[in-house]
């Protein structure tokens, strides 16, 4: 069978032989096994749905297997045999050209070279879901080969409930992911709830379809690490021989030391398992590797006299790095830490003094003695990075909770009032007030040719767009445009794109309409391929999260979620192409909602009204919570966007004065 024929025979009418599981593979961790016999027997039940009764004896055993190795029923036995990866879209059987953009986006969360456990439809952070299941993929393929414009596919957790009349206007497809009754949002229910094959952690580009590979998180992690340098350098002072000191070689956090390169310092950056460390290193993305604590500390002394730019990796604990930095008087001008601490218990921190395998063994026999340990080094890890502030480091959290597991660990990062962290988050400091309260966030698209001239010229129109606009820019937002732009001038030559031809773009909201408006004239005129536009959810409005996107809000908001909910919904009758809303995303299960959309341009008019009303609401509903919060910048710009669009009507708040607020009694 061809491709045109595999996909729109959904699931096929002759039961495919099983297979094993290529051993090559990059499988996702074994989950915990949480159901009871009955669950169990809930969860066969609940996989043969989309099986005729004739293949029901020989998959249940099969399933059930399954659950018994891997925790989870992925049916590898339908993975299609064709290879998986964001084809030109002229090449998917559909009758809706919206529909065939979606099947590429899906596709290259898919593609071995994208996905980080592909077998298992994970695309990253390990739990990162597209499907929860290769049925659920072959039937959403299906209904998007069939679909006609005026239908929508609604997707809960990677199941396709079906194909819906609707309209022109409406979202092809709209996608939510682990969306769960308030209550029922502890981790221990995303185990259970996924085992059971009724809903899955989409994370945020994952479930959605709009994962571009690294290069998202280069550009995000670049423009972290030079804003941070901007806050603790003086005037006239550079990043070159100052160090940032951090954690994690893994999918985002490999970003770290490309991104130090990119602004100019000396990046050590601590790695327990020596396969990452040697993976990153092979690929460029960290120039040199050591595994001894006397060598780092030779290296970084040698690197800071000729104030070199250079990243290094040390295969180790990161507290010992701390530890040692300190003993060794190196003073250490940044410091964060990029370890998945959002999923503590399970292998995401590893203890100090224990080894790598040795953790495992006891994450897998003795789960509490393995918290316990995972807390000792959180405390240790806290005091240690407590001992270099004091002496002038300014550390920052990287969304990845560590300020949160080191409190609830004891450590001692509580500030003062025993309410806040002793220090901020990327967002509180930098990303919120310089880029997400002005609007700039990270815009993407994908060009659905899937030819790299395309993508050239579009890195062209997106230059000369900024260009011009940087032009007439107040000068709040000068230093913001200006790192844009020097980032699309290089985006070719850093040599980012792995799987579609996709580039990322911080950009507010008059970047981001004037860009796209731009791009749909070229299509008009002939001159590129259709283009899909997105942005990953880490943005402007599309996601809460108290701990990371919306932890520069302070009016006590920050615990709500209204603000993403509106984005999906408002996003989806401006004319998204599809949106998703999810449950869950980097910081954890029920620490976040999270949405985004993409909106294929095929350059018709219809696609500039839509591009237009959508961009414009996209970033400023966000824009518009975070002025209403009292943030200063957002106020700015939010006043700006209302002088720029006279229809847009924002309610503005009134500040009042500390002092007669101090002078009441409660
Ligand atoms: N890069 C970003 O823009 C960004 C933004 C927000 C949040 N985050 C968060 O950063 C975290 C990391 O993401 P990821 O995709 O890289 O995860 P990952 O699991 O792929 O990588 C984390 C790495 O840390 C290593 N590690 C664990 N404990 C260690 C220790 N004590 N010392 C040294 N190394 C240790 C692991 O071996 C692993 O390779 C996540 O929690 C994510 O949500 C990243």
Redesign the pocket.
């Given at each position: 069978m061809n491709f045109h024929e595999q996909i729109k025979q959904g699931i096929p009418s002759v039961l495919p032989e099983a297979k094993p599981y290529p051993a090559d593979a990059n499988r996702a961790p074994k989950r915990k096994d949480i159901l009871s016999s009955d669950e169990k027997q809930l969860a066969v039940r609940n996989a043969l749905r989309y099986f005729p009764k004739e293949w029901h004896q020989e998959l249940a055993v099969e399933f059930a297997q399954e659950l018994k190795d891997f925790g989870r029923i992925y049916m590898y036995r339908f993975k299609p045999t064709y290879y998986m990866t964001a084809r030109p879209i002229t090449d998917y059987p559909a009758k809706s050209q919206q529909a065939a953009a979606i099947m590429l986006m899906v596709d290259n969360n898919l593609d071995p070279a994208v996905a980080q456990h592909p077998e298992e439809l994970i695309t990253?952070?390990?739990n990162g879901a597209v499907f929860q299941n290769w049925a659920q993929y072959l039937l959403a393929m299906k209904y998007l080969s069939e679909m006609e414009n005026d239908q929508t596919l609604h997707l809960y957790s990677g199941h396709p409930m079906g194909l819906f009349p609707s309209s022109v206007d409406a979202p092809r497809v709209v996608v939510t992911n682990g969306m769960m009754i308030p209550n029922y949002s502890q981790p221990d229910d995303w185990e259970k709830f996924n085992a059971l094959g009724v809903t899955q952690y989409g994370q945020m580009t994952a479930g959605s379809f709009m994962y571009i590979g690294p290069q998202g998180?280069v550009h995000?992690?670049t423009i972290t690490v030079m804003n941070a340098f901007r806050k603790v350098l003086n005037k006239g002072e550079n990043s070159q021989g100052k160090i940032f000191l951090t954690?994690?070689?893994?999918?985002?956090?490999?970003?770290q030391p490309k991104a130090g390169n990119i602004a100019k310092c000396i990046t050590v950056c601590?790695?327990?398992?020596a396969n990452?460390a040697t993976k990153r290193h092979q690929q460029g993305w960290v120039d040199e590797l050591i595994d001894n604590m006397d060598d780092l500390v030779a290296r970084v002394r040698q690197a800071q006299a000729n104030e070199e730019v250079v990243s290094i990796a040390y295969i180790g604990?990161?507290?010992n790095v701390w530890e040692a930095f300190f003993e060794h008087d190196i003073f250490v001008h940044l410091g964060s830490d990029?370890?998945?601490?959002?999923n503590p218990w399970s292998g995401?921190?590893?203890p100090?003094d224990i080894s790598v395998e040795e953790s495992n063994r006891l994450i897998r026999q003795e789960p509490e003695v393995f918290k316990e340990k995972v807390q000792s080094?959180l405390r240790r890890h806290a005091d240690a990075v407590n001992k270099h502030t004091a002496r002038g480091t300014y550390f920052f959290d990287?969304?990845?909770?560590f300020l949160l597991e080191a409190s609830r660990a004891g450590g001692d990062v509580m500030s003062e009032n025993g309410i806040d962290f002793k220090y901020s988050s990327y967002v509180q400091d930098i990303l919120g007030p310089m880029c997400f309260d002005y609007g700039f966030g990270p815009f993407r698209w994908v060009c659905a040719s899937g030819n790299p001239e395309d993508l050239d010229k579009t890195d062209a129109i997106a230059s000369r767009v900024l260009n011009k606009i940087m032009r007439e820019s107040p000068e709040e937002i000068q230093q913001q445009m200006q790192d844009n732009i020097t980032w699309i001038d290089d985006a070719k030559q850093n040599k980012l794109v792995v799987g579609s031809q996709a580039r990322i773009l911080y950009a507010d909201a008059q970047g981001r309409m004037e860009i796209a408006k731009a791009f749909n004239d070229a299509i008009n005129s002939g001159e590129i391929g259709p283009v899909v536009l997105g942005r990953d959810h880490?943005d402007v409005s599309g996601t809460d999260s108290p701990y990371?996107e919306t932890s520069n809000i302070y009016d006590g908001s920050r615990f709500t979620a209204d603000m993403a909910i509106h984005n999906v919904i408002g996003d989806s009758f401006r004319g998204a192409t599809w949106v998703s809303i999810h449950n869950g995303g980097?910081?954890g299960w029920g620490e976040v909602t999270n949405g985004g959309f993409g909106m294929l341009l095929d350059g018709t008019s219809a696609a500039e009204r839509r591009l237009k009303s959508m961009l414009l609401f996209d970033v400023n509903n966000g824009i518009a919570r975070r002025s209403w919060a009292r943030n200063e910048e957002a106020n700015f710009a939010i006043k700006r966007e209302m002088e720029r669009t006279p229809k847009l009507k924002v309610t503005l708040a009134n500040v009042v004065e500390d002092e007669i607020l101090n002078n009441l009694s409660f």
């Open positions: 990253y952070g390990g998180i995000g992690t954690a994690g070689l893994g999918g985002m956090s490999g970003a601590a790695e327990v398992n990452a604990n990161v507290v990029q370890t998945s601490l959002h995401g921190y590893y100090v080094t990287y969304g990845n909770a880490h990371r980097g910081v």
